[in-house]
């Protein structure tokens, strides 16, 4: 089945450092990802899409990286800072779910904890 | 918040008592969705809403009803039926439901049981 997942829980880095953390999917008919940041107890924020005809795509501090062939997603954030302690959601864009009706599919969430 | 109210921030239910969430958004968005996250587990749809006057179940309806009367406003009740509502819900809205729509959210409601 489709399922959308995370290989760390909880990454704990340096302020200041890069942050790297990883979302695998299973769906390889999707082509849309997102990542999200949610703060507790607040609702998740948009940080940065990509569609599958990219493989990379870069905003402010973040990066998101596409790799179609092992069907794996990252979101990088450069230069860590404590504002950026949250949890962060990969979700991916079924286009299996009632036509053509836009159903993404959300991964667990990784919390990232950053060390001042 | 995106421009999507989500009120009370918590709530609290009794047994055998329905409640209900409200959503409100200024977007002139015309779809609108609610989700349910628990704690380690992914957001899990409940119900969608592509128009006013329509909504369609997501994959975990039972136990939960909507409304969509207006275009702004898309309230979710919790059942008596529902008999694990302690979780946090999620509304959010996009343009429309086709494809590769990014959803915008509101800031939850903590539903717990008494």
């Known amino acids: 089945g489709e399922s959308v997942g995370l290989h760390l829980p909880t990454l704990s880095v340096q302020e200041g450092d890069n942050s790297i953390i990883n979302c695998a999917y299973s769906n390889s008919a999707s082509d849309y990802f997102i990542w999200y940041k949610q703060e507790s107890g607040k609702g998740p924020q948009f940080i940065i899409d990509i569609r599958s005809n990219m493989d990379k795509r870069q905003g402010q501090r973040v990066t998101v990286l596409l790799n179609k062939t092992v069907k794996h997603l990252s979101l990088q954030i450069a230069a860590t800072q404590p504002g950026d302690s949250a949890v962060y959601f990969c979700a991916e864009n079924s286009l299996n779910y009632g036509g053509a009706t836009n159903k993404l599919i959300f991964g667990t969430g990784t919390l990232l904890a950053v060390q001042p | 918040d995106g421009g999507i109210t989500q009120s009370p921030k918590y709530l609290f239910r009794k047994e055998g008592q329905n409640v209900t969430l409200s959503c409100e958004q200024n977007?002139?968005?015309?779809?609108m969705y609610w989700y349910r996250q628990d704690p380690g587990q992914g957001l899990r749809l409940i119900y969608y809403?592509?128009?006013?006057?329509?909504?369609q179940k997501g994959d975990i309806a039972e136990g939960y009803s909507v409304s969509r009367e207006k275009k702004e406003s898309f309230p979710l009740t919790v059942t008596s039926a529902q008999k694990n509502p302690t979780a946090f819900y999620l509304c959010?809205?996009?343009?429309?439901?086709?494809?590769?729509?990014?959803?915008?959210f509101g800031s939850g409601t903590q539903l717990s049981v008494l």
């Open positions: 977007l002139n968005h015309d779809a």
């Open positions: 809403s592509q128009i006013v006057n329509d909504f």
């Open positions: 959010a809205s996009s343009e429309s439901v086709s494809t590769n729509e990014k959803l915008f």
